[in-house]
């Protein structure tokens, strides 16, 4: 009895000590610290007037085409133009034989000769029969005759000025003359051949290159959407700038003069949803030619209080959609989930999702998450854009 209370008295013991040790080891251990603020690079937003542009696909086409053809039938006596040459608006090009049309005329001539000679005499005949008319000289029917016979020579007179007329176009189309300035191609014909009037294969074809056109493309829910902006108000419209289209030729470079737009098309392709707009362009170099591919950057208006954003502040989460870290008011990361509109420059053009005075994470993403704390210092725009280049 004596061993088992000594017993529990030393079991206690061991006990109480063990307790106490672990309190004692508890109270040492420190307090967890709240974590520290990451350094990170913002840029705040500021809104602004920006113009907006589209750039378009398009094909560069001639401002006119002439495929010179003959008028009249015969040979081709002789050739007036050097092939690939400059030639202007009513130059001869072809000369075709022109004896038969030149005989054709002097037969033409001498019929209006003797039409007005014979018209001298029907006249001089009816007026003589309408004086003795009147003293009961002659018959009535005698003058009916006489004054037919002066009608009749007046309408051969007209016909055979008429055949004249004609006769005199058909000379003058022996010479084959160019209806537009322009550059000449080669020739699909040579000297003594023979040609027939408004015959299918051109002799030549005359294209003018300056002005020149560019034809351009857009789809068609691209300017549906433009119209709607420009009716709610949030793209207003210069009309002086949205006249004028700056061109990206196939090599890359800017062609130096700029064009107008002249129409846009009230009709969509089927077969690719798109429209076409046309551009006029000054071509005194000729460095446009038809057929070549180009771009140009077309004016779709002026949106105000635009948000830039530099591009690498936004980034897309699991889903796709575009994202940017903001911090807070109380310098804590936020993510936001954003629409964009298109690129500009180094800049995405938010339209949802940022405001103006928000301060954008974009240095330090890797080492941050959403609510985390910050320490936000700002950084220049024009330093992102270099080193997002």
């Known amino acids: 009895m004596q061993r088992s209370r000594i017993a529990f008295f030393v079991f206690s013991a061991l006990v109480g000590s063990v307790a106490l040790s672990g309190c004692d080891q508890v109270a040492e251990q420190p307090k967890a610290s709240a974590p520290a603020a990451t350094p990170v690079g913002v840029v705040t937003l500021t809104s602004q007037a920006i ?47 022109p004896d038969i049309f030149e005989a054709e005329l002097a037969a033409s001539k001498a019929a209006v000769a003797r039409a007005e000679a014979s018209i001298a005499s029907s006249k001089s005949k009816a007026s003589r029969y309408k004086e003795l008319l009147e003293i009961k000289a002659v018959s ?48 699909n014909v040579t000297v003594g051949a023979l040609v027939s009037a408004n015959q299918t294969t051109a002799l030549a074809t005359v294209t003018q290159l300056d002005p020149i056109y560019v034809d351009l493309t857009q789809s068609s829910n691209e300017l549906t959407q433009l119209k709607k902006a420009i009716s709610s108000g949030s793209l207003s419209v210069d009309s002086k700038a949205q006249a004028d289209v700056e061109l990206q030729m196939e090599d890359g470079s800017i062609y130096p003069i700029k064009g107008t737009l002249q129409f846009s098309e009230v009709t969509v392709d089927p077969s690719t949803g798109s429209v076409t707009l046309r551009a006029k362009f000054p ?89 985390a704390p910050v320490s936000p210092s700002e950084v220049s725009p024009s330093a992102t854009a270099d080193k997002a280049q």
Request: aromatic share 4%; no cysteine; glycine share 8%.
């Open 140 to 187: 009535q029917q005698d003058f009916d005759e006489a004054d037919a016979a002066y009608k009749q020579a007046q309408a051969e007179l007209l016909t055979a000025k008429a055949q004249l007329k004609s006769a005199q176009i058909n000379l003058d189309y022996s010479h084959v003359s160019s209806p537009i300035s322009g550059q000449i191609s080669k020739s």
């Open 51 to 97: 113009t907006l542009k589209k750039e378009l696909p398009g094909r560069v086409s001639a401002f006119q085409i002439a495929e010179i053809r003959p008028q009249v039938s015969g040979i081709v006596q002789s050739r007036l133009f050097e092939e690939g040459t400059q030639v202007e608006q009513g130059q001869a090009l072809y000369q075709i034989n």
């Open 283 to 371: 071509n005194p170099d000729k460095l446009l030619l038809p057929g070549m591919y180009a771009r140009a950057s077309v004016v779709e208006g002026v949106k105000q209080d635009a948000i830039l954003v530099p591009q690498r502040g936004v980034s897309r989460n699991t889903k796709g959609e575009p994202t940017a870290m903001v911090v807070s008011k109380e310098n804590t990361v936020e993510s936001r989930v954003l629409k964009v509109d298109r690129t500009i420059g180094s800049n995405w053009l938010v339209t949802a999702g940022l405001a103006d005075g928000d301060k954008v994470i974009v240095e330090g993403l890797q080492k941050i998450r959403p609510g």
